[in-house]
């Protein structure tokens, strides 16, 4: 699911490039579009924790004000692809430093518009598949997945761990585990989430890692766990 921001003082121009963004359901995008008539309210957003894939920004009735927004997004997440809807070419120019991926000119040709877009988030997939994206108090970050041993579920926290580092989050453990349901990584235990390339060895209750670290393993898991773990070895064999 991508999670795109559509900020526009006029709701009429949020309709409309929501409506052109629900298109992209037909190339198997899952896109879900959150809109804001004023800049500070997305910039309120990413105060609040709240985070997005991409933003859509018309900065023609606010001129420069949004631009100044940008550059406070920023400093929560410095990935954000931006794409600008603008007129004016002195807007144009300050854009650039915010590090804006695509401009469109108004009125948006259609055409163009998705298959900016669709480009976007195919290179965005590919991404979500590398790293994983959480956010807490610091702002939106993201680790690289082939280096996280681990997600270990304490209440609410969410703790990422790493051969040398660690990072928390707020979240549930279930979410994860959906999340990486399509990577090689396996629910072990109610609290744990286990990447299974680093899994050394597999016992009835326990789970040794390669830095020697041990989980638990639940009973009504270990199954899964084995089959899983035989499968991803097979194809590491190639």
């Not at 800049?39 to 001129?63: N, P, T």
């Amino acid at each position: 699911m991508f999670h795109i921001a559509v900020c526009d003082a006029d709701i009429n121009g949020i309709k409309m490039i929501c409506e052109y963004l629900q298109e992209l359901w037909q190339e198997d995008f899952s896109v879900e579009t959150i809109p804001f008539t004023e800049a500070e309210d997305l910039l309120y957003s990413y105060e609040r924790g709240g985070h997005f894939d991409v933003i859509i920004l018309d900065v023609i009735k606010d001129r420069f004000h949004s631009i100044d927004i940008l550059h406070k997004i920023r400093q929560y997440d410095n990935n954000i692809a931006i794409i600008i809807l603008t007129t004016t070419e002195i807007l144009v120019a300050k854009c650039h430093k915010v590090d804006v991926y695509r401009y469109f000119s108004k009125p948006i040709d259609k055409k163009s518009f998705l298959t900016e877009v669709s480009v976007l988030l195919t290179r965005l997939a590919l991404e979500q598949n590398i790293y994983y994206k959480f956010a807490n108090g610091r702002g939106l970050s993201k680790v690289k997945l082939s280096n996280v041993y681990y997600f270990e579920s304490n209440m609410r926290n969410i703790r990422i761990c790493e051969n040398s580092n660690e990072y928390i989050f707020t979240g549930k453990i279930s979410d994860v585990e959906t999340e990486l349901s399509k990577q090689d990584f396996v629910r072990n235990h109610k609290s744990y989430v286990v990447n299974l390339k680093y899994v050394r060895n597999v016992y009835k209750d326990t789970i040794i890692l390669e830095n020697d670290e041990k989980l638990p393993l639940s009973k009504h898991r270990s199954k899964k766990l084995r089959e899983r773990l035989f499968n991803y070895m097979k194809a590491s064999k190639g």
